[in-house]
């Protein structure tokens, strides 16, 4: 039988796995077996962490949105629930951001917003 020779195919696809191993450590970025085990391992948990992100990142803005509603006096659960019932189309984030960086317009947004008793916090 006679030998095939593929040419530039496998180079070129062996070479782009390379390159997504390129910052690894060790036999993982140069060895092709290796570097192809890593490269798929790397790409499952870049496709899982994603989402673990997103979901850390909702968490810290309600933190933020928590302390900082605390300090106006006002309940987190309920403000939000007030805030979408006056339709007001603030995400979670926008409104940590505002928080954290301009709390004298939260704390107008809140007063102008949230003038009912049920909201305010016992004290």
Known sequence: ???IKRGYVAKRRRNRTLALTKSFRGSQSTLFRTASQRATKALEYSHRDQGRRKRDLRRLWIVRLN???AHEGYRYSLAIHRLRK???ALDRRSLAQMG???PEAFSALLS???QT???LVES
């Open 100 to 102: 954290v960086c301009d």
């Open 112 to 114: 102008f917003t949230l």
């Open 1 to 3: 039988m006679t030998r």
């Open 117 to 119: 008793p049920s909201l």
């Open 67 to 69: 302390a900082a509603m």
């Open 86 to 88: 006056m339709g007001i």
